[in-house]
């Protein structure tokens, strides 16, 4: 599961998750939208928050895709 699709689920604001983890919303965000892929640390902090419903591999692999 993507991480926007996650947050919908749960009904989390992208705001809410960010205070979460500590980073900033607009930062977030582009992870979101695939315009940045985190650091490995907050990629295993996101897995860990949501449960393992979004993937350490899917994040880190989204800036790929992001750009295609």
């Known amino acids: ?3 926007d699709t996650y947050l919908k689920s749960v009904k989390c604001t ?3 998750f960010a205070a979460k983890l500590n980073v900033s ?3 977030l965000n582009e992870i979101v ?3 940045k892929s985190p ?3 907050l990629a295993i902090r ?3 928050e949501t449960g393992g419903e979004v ?3 899917s994040l880190l692999s ?3 895709r992001g750009a295609a």
């Open 25 to 27: 919303p607009s930062y």
């Open 14 to 16: 992208q705001r809410q």
């Open 39 to 41: 650091s490995l640390s």
């Open 55 to 57: 993937a350490v591999a």
């Open 33 to 35: 939208k695939g315009t």
């Open 46 to 48: 996101i897995e860990n």
């Open 1 to 3: 599961m993507n991480l």
């Open 62 to 64: 989204q800036q790929d």
